[in-house]
């Protein structure tokens, strides 16, 4: 994806946008913010009380006054201790809050997305939207906003303290500022640019790790180590080029203020050491507390143009998040019909899809099930199976023609409670990371052990799930990779079996287990369509042949329609043939 708003210049409605993420926070906001009022002249009155202890007691001996003096200091400097700390904790916990309701509202919106989203937009920039993005945003309060308000309220503090002592002093430290600025706006630029850099880098390497740990089958098995191996290698060293370069920046930079703030405090030296000399020229107290205000001028100085960068890189961050936010591509549910159950007649009457413009992968499909009747669909790859039972269960929305289930047009229907009446069993199953009565239940609570345990042994999985250590309890690793295609096959098919539904959907595997295991799953599979309305894309003939009908699809059109016994006497039929060719084979 091409992330050009880096480039932008500061954008203040995006700015705007996230400070109202700290509306429902105001009061800590508010805390934070009066503190770093507080904090700017906290820090100032030290040096001042120091010039005033030189000035009215060091020269005129008064020891009882500059110890109650000390004391003072002493107590500010608790004060600004803790303010700080409140400060830094505060900040940080506005931040941090914000950003966990934002993660959450965009899991949320992401879960409402229309699926054509998913296929448009890579799984990594989903997650770097929802984790590292949003991360970024904490540092807008944390690190951004807040602290430079409190920086440049501390620089004007210090600068109105300095002028107010002496004006020609202060005029004679300034006289580096140019230089000063000139450093800050080179540097800015130089570090902005050699972040966009690394987080390229990185963004790469994230890519290339993701598809290679994904893939490292299909790397090993083809000996492709080697090449990746370099490819990485390159890209690691593009990553560490840009960091370097990053680094190379601030260990230029951070020096380069040192020396002009040495110079500045040269010059005020130099001319300061001449002017007490003079009637009426600054005090001996002044010229010492005078070092120290230029530190505190520099001291910010020198953070500011980073934390500016700092906020840059927050908004640009907020800015792709709110682009998640307002995608309105969100599944249209606007049916209200909610039945506890279905009968399940399904009809479809010139049914027109496609997944994009006019590229219609289903034309004019017009067929009817009744209920409790099982459809088998063939046809070869590419045809549009997978796309029928994409629209059924409203992943994709049809643009022509009428589908109806139980005589009630698709979309009347509450999208919830009409994908609670179906259950899909995909052909290549997906595990979550859980146990296995977990990825059964998909933790709904109302789904008992009881019911998970009959409903396995009706399938014929419970045996095999009893033998793995901890049963129901196993701890199945990411995507189920520790079981076999064929318990993962059962696994899916009690979950579809537990929740009862009233239509199924089912996408038979292709790949072939031991005849035993077949044996078993062939069994499951009719235990899965007694008694309901089953729409499957059917690749075993033991399935085909009890199917009440047979749907043989070519290029998203129905080429012929009708009970195994029927297709099969068809001279020149497309299902004789694949019969004849593909199905007879398999069966053998
Ligand atoms: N999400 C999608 N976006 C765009 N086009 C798609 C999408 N999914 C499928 N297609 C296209 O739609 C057509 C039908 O795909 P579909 O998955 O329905 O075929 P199929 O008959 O199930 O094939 P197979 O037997 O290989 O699974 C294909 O040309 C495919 O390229």
Not at 332 to 343: C, S
Not at 360 to 372: A, C, M, P, R, T
Not at 444 to 460: F, L, N, R, Y
Not at 497 to 503: E, T
């Amino acid at each position: 994806m091409a992330e050009k708003p880096e480039q932008k210049k500061f954008d203040l409605e995006t700015l705007l946008r996230v400070l109202k993420l700290a509306l429902p926070y105001k009061k800590v906001a508010a805390l934070a913010l009066l503190l770093a009022v507080l904090l700017a002249p906290l820090a100032i009155a030290r040096p001042r009380l120091i010039q005033k202890m030189i000035d009215d007691y060091v020269f005129v001996g008064d020891v009882e006054g500059l110890t109650f003096w000390a004391f003072v200091i002493a107590g500010l400097l608790i004060v600004e201790a803790i303010c700080r700390y409140a400060f830094i904790y505060s900040s940080n916990w506005l931040g941090q809050s914000i950003i966990r309701d934002l993660r959450v509202r965009v899991f949320k919106h992401i879960n409402s997305l229309k699926l054509s989203y998913f296929d448009k937009t890579p799984i990594g920039t989903s997650t770097t939207r929802t984790i590292s993005d949003i991360q970024s945003i904490n540092s807008v309060f944390a690190e951004g906003i807040i602290t430079i308000l409190a920086d440049l309220l501390s620089i004007i503090a210090v600068l109105a303290i300095m002028i107010t002592t002496s004006w020609k002093l202060t005029l004679i430290c300034l006289t580096t500022m140019p230089f000063l600025m000139l450093a800050s706006y080179i540097f800015k630029e130089a570090v902005k640019k050699s972040y966009q850099q690394v987080r390229t880098q990185i963004q790469k390497m994230n890519a290339f790790l993701q598809e290679r740990i994904t893939g490292m089958r299909i790397v090993q098995f083809f000996n492709a180590e080697k090449q990746e191996r370099e490819s990485f290698a390159e890209i690691n060293a593009g990553l560490r080029k840009a960091n370097i370069n990053a680094i190379l920046y601030y260990a230029i930079f951070f020096p380069t203020v040192d020396l002009i703030a040495a110079a500045s405090l040269a010059l005020m030296v130099w001319w300061g050491a001449q002017d007490v000399a003079r009637a009426g020229g600054v005090t001996l107290g002044a010229l010492v507390a005078f070092p120290i205000y230029i530190n505190m001028l520099f001291r910010p100085i020198r953070v500011l143009a980073d934390k500016f960068n700092t906020l840059q890189m927050g908004l640009v961050a907020a800015e792709r998040v709110f682009a998640v936010i307002d995608r309105t591509d969100q599944i249209e549910n606007n049916g209200t019909i909610a039945p506890k159950r279905l009968k399940g007649e399904i009809n479809f009457k010139d049914v027109w899809f496609s997944y994009v413009g006019n590229d219609w992968i289903l034309k004019d499909l017009s067929f009817e099930l009744k209920e409790n009747e099982t459809l088998a669909i063939v046809g070869s790859t590419g045809s549009g199976k997978t796309t029928i039972t994409n629209i059924i269960n409203r992943f994709y929305e049809y643009q022509k023609g009428d589908i109806s289930i139980d005589g009630v047009p698709l979309r009347d229907y509450d999208m919830y409670a009409l994908r609670s009446r179906m259950a899909m069993v995909l052909q290549d199953v997906f595990l979550f990371t859980g146990s296995v009565f977990d990825n059964i239940s998909l933790r709904d609570p109302e789904i008992t052990h009881d019911q998970v345990i009959s409903a396995a042994k009706m399938i014929g999985a419970h045996e095999f799930i009893e033998k793995l250590p901890g049963g129901y309890d196993y701890d199945v690793q990411e995507r189920g990779a520790t079981l076999s295609m064929g318990q993962r096959q059962l696994i899916s098919f009690v979950r579809a079996l537990v929740f009862d539904p009233d239509i199924l959907i089912l996408d038979e595997a292709t790949s072939s287990v031991d005849p035993e295991t077949e044996g078993v799953i062939q069994h499951a599979i009719e235990k899965l369509m007694d008694a309901r309305t089953s729409i499957v894309i059917a690749h075993r003939l033991s399935t085909i042949r009890n199917a009440n009908n047979i749907m043989v699809l070519e290029k998203g059109e129905i080429k012929e329609f009708g009970p195994h016994d029927e297709l099969v006497e068809l001279d020149n039929g497309r299902y004789r043939e694949l019969y004849e060719m593909q199905f007879l084979e398999m069966s053998e």
